[in-house]
């Protein structure tokens, strides 16, 4: 129960990430989008978080190996989102296409444990339902 409840969460942030890279939300988005900061609240769960995340990654003067464990939540959840999406040439989520090419790069260990990772929020998705509609390049 508890490892589908980090599952679900996953999935909530990866939903979250493309609300805000091709909506925006509130007080984030693409530079094209006008921002909503009046918008009382968000339908996405993980968009608070998320939002704040985003605001820390970019600011971040943590430069350094290792790095800050904010950042690499960040880089974490930009790579499980490339290796989901399925239209990394048309996507505004940042860094999907360079973590595409990326990956052919990584070792069989890492790449089997990024598919059994992306299995299992896949799985959360189809549980889930029509949650993702407008989001259809999300796969």
Partial sequence: MEERKVYV????????LLHICK???RTI?????????????CGFPA????ESLVRHFSNCK???????VHCKRMWQL????????????KCKVPLCRHFKLKMME???KD?????????????????????????????
């Avoid at 968009?47 to 998320?50: F, S």
């Avoid at 430069?63 to 800050?68: A, I, K, L, M």
Wanted: charge should be positive; charged fraction near 25%; hydrophobic fraction near 35%.
């Fill in 9 to 16: 969460q996953l999935y909530e942030a990866m939903e979250a």
């Fill in 23 to 25: 909506d925006g939300c």
């Fill in 29 to 41: 988005g693409p530079r094209d989008q006008v921002l909503r900061g009046s918008q009382a609240t």
């Fill in 47 to 50: 968009c608070k978080g998320l």
């Fill in 62 to 68: 943590v430069r350094v190996p290792g790095g800050c």
């Fill in 78 to 89: 930009l790579e499980l989102h490339s290796r989901m999406c399925g239209q990394p040439d």
């Fill in 106 to 108: 990584h070792s069989k």
């Fill in 111 to 139: 790449e089997a444990r990024w598919r059994m990772l992306v299995s299992k929020v896949m799985a959360v998705k189809i549980s889930l339902g029509p949650f993702t509609s407008k989001y259809s390049g999300f796969l």
